[in-house]
């Protein structure tokens, strides 16, 4: 056990995508806990694309983080010391201790983790981002044999989920992603039954028409991860009563794309086509999280779902390695190796 906490904090609030200047290590004592709480030793945390709203102190659907605040995720890692009841020394547990060496939560708000699967799956394909993907296809995509789905962020922690869980309940799967690696991936790992390099098109007509050769049936779910050019290009192609489930935006994270300037064409798509378009929030859904796991869990376990995990190691590199993600630099689920 070391002597001293290492955190990153949140040092400055961010114009469009961070930079490195926009976080801070910070190092002090290790914290002790309380009546009912539990010292962790953080062996991994997550990084999530969430995390860049919460930098900004425009209001959103969760508060902000304050300056010199540590950085907000999910972390594994060992109980160090407990006065909470239900967990002792080693045990292997999950919370929100943020981009941080260690951690002092309450009980209530840890879970031990499953020892038959890898533990970082907690993070990912078993966490909330695989939680989110087997919540919102259902839900809000509805999906129906024969139909095409089409995905972006396709190699990444939901949308790797999407795809393979709309492949399994009889879709065409349509993955874009950034580069011909992440590509093969979708294809070869997860799956799909085409895919599309976005970088190979900067214009949405160009996009959409590379989409509308693998799609000749048209789409069914966009399932929304990115906005941006990549909403231009499909809404088009929608099918009559189709479904998009608003997962997230990405693209506009850093406010910076010009294609939220054409909105009013993607809007006049949604009107003329009757489409069903469902943004959520996976917190609001958190009671289904038990079922997930009981079903999920087991598949896992024996290799039937697919997932990929990219971890960097060491703390002090987590501001580049997320600044990287946001921009499409990691290919899986980004986790820092504290
Ligand atoms: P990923 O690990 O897939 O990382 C983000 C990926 O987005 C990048 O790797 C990159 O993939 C892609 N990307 C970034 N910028 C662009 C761009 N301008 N155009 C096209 N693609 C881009 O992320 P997650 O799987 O964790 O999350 C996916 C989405 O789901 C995010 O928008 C996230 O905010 C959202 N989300 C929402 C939740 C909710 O409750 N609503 C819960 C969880 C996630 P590539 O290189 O392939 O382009």
Redesign the pocket.
Known sequence: MTSQMRRIALARRPSGVPVPEDFAMETGPIPTPGAGEVLIEVSHHSL???MRGRMDDAGSYAASLELGETMIGQGIGRVLASEAEGFAQGDVVTGMTGWASHAVLPGDQLRVLDPSVPATTALGVLG??GF?AWTALREYGRPKAGETLVI????????AMVGQLAKAAGLRTVA????DQ?CQLALEKFGFDAAID?RAHSEANSLRAALAEVCPDGVDIYWE??G???LEAVTPLMNVHGRIPV?????WYGGS?EAANRLPQVWRAILTKRLSVNG????DHWDGFPAFLEEVAPKIAAGEIAYLEDITEGLENAPQTFIG??????TG??IIKV
């Open positions: 999530d694309p969430y909330m981002p989110t972006a962020a396709a190699t990444g922690p939901v949308g874009i992603a950034g580069g992440k976005h991860n990115v941006g050019k990549i997962c997230g935006t990405i693209a794309d959520f929030i996976i917190f993600m946001l921009t499409g630099g990691n689920k980004t």
